[in-house]
Antibody
Framework: QVTLKESGTGILQPSQALSLTCSFS??????????VSWIRQPSGKGLEWLAD???????GYNPSLKNRLSISKDTSNNQAFLKITSVDTADTATYYC????????????WGQGVMVTVSS | DIQMTQSPSSMSASLGDTVTINCLAS??????LSWYQQKPGKSPKLMIY???NLEDGVPSRFSGSRSGSDYSLTINSLGYDDEGIYHC?????????FGSGTKLEIK
């Protein structure tokens, strides 16, 4: 059974760094083709893909967030991480991680999401 | 970036109706298109992948189609459980992108 669960800082002040962890089970990020993505959704708005990391340590980033994103993984502990630097109120959102079973396939399993609020 | 123009932004339909939601890709994405259903406070649920393939466990009332760069999600025999927000998503190339969502209300 595939499950993913996000965790991270709930409330941040502007300019701080946001660190998120995706803990998963039922698959391994060492399996050929597998990727884990991060997606966010401000309240009442659409979905925005942020980044993903694949089995071979290949990474993709959303250029709209420029150099603020950093994605990494700990294969042994079945975790993926996302760091966003210099947050501001526009980063307030629910953050999801999701699996892609192969790099050419879509996001099939999603975590429940973690809400992050940036406020002074 | 590939833009996904989704329409309508919201719609209301009656029990038993058939509805169609559309997504237009700004460039060729082949069949690298999926549809998600999202309920309030929940994460998106995969309904259709590869433009036309039904995800396991999804009722056959849901179907996806493609005509060039136009993609559609059709729901037949609407039930109350179909209420929610539907998102299209292209996974052809980075950055992966989503449509703006369609809120479906059942009258």
């Amino acid at each position: 059974q595939v499950t993913l669960k996000e965790s991270g800082t709930g409330i941040l002040q502007p300019s701080q760094a946001l660190s998120l962890t995706c803990s998963f089970s039922g698959f391994s990020l060492s399996t050929t083709g597998i990727c884990v993505s991060w997606i966010r959704q401000p309240s009442g708005k659409g979905l925005e893909w942020l980044a993903d990391i694949c089995w071979d340590d290949g990474k993709g980033y959303n250029p709209s967030l420029k150099n603020r994103l950093s994605i990494s993984k700990d294969t042994s502990n079945n975790q993926a991480f996302l760091k966003i630097t210099s947050v501001d109120t526009a980063d307030t959102a629910t953050y999801y991680c999701a699996r892609r079973p192969f790099i050419t396939t879509t996001l099939d399993y999603w975590g429940q999401g973690v809400m992050v609020t940036v406020s002074s | 970036d590939i833009q996904m123009t989704q329409s309508p932004s919201s719609m209301s339909a009656s029990l038993g109706d058939t509805v169609t939601i559309n997504c237009l890709a700004s460039q060729d994405i082949g069949n690298y298109l999926s549809w998600y259903q999202q309920k309030p406070g929940k994460s998106p649920k995969l309904m259709i992948y590869g433009a036309t393939n039904l995800e396991d466990g999804v009722p056959s009332r849901f179907s996806g189609s493609r005509s060039g760069s136009d993609y559609s999600l059709t729901i037949n025999s609407l039930g109350y459980d179909d209420e929610g927000i539907y998102h299209c998503h292209q996974y052809y190339e980075y950055p992966l992108t989503f449509g703006s969502g369609t809120k479906l209300e059942i009258k």
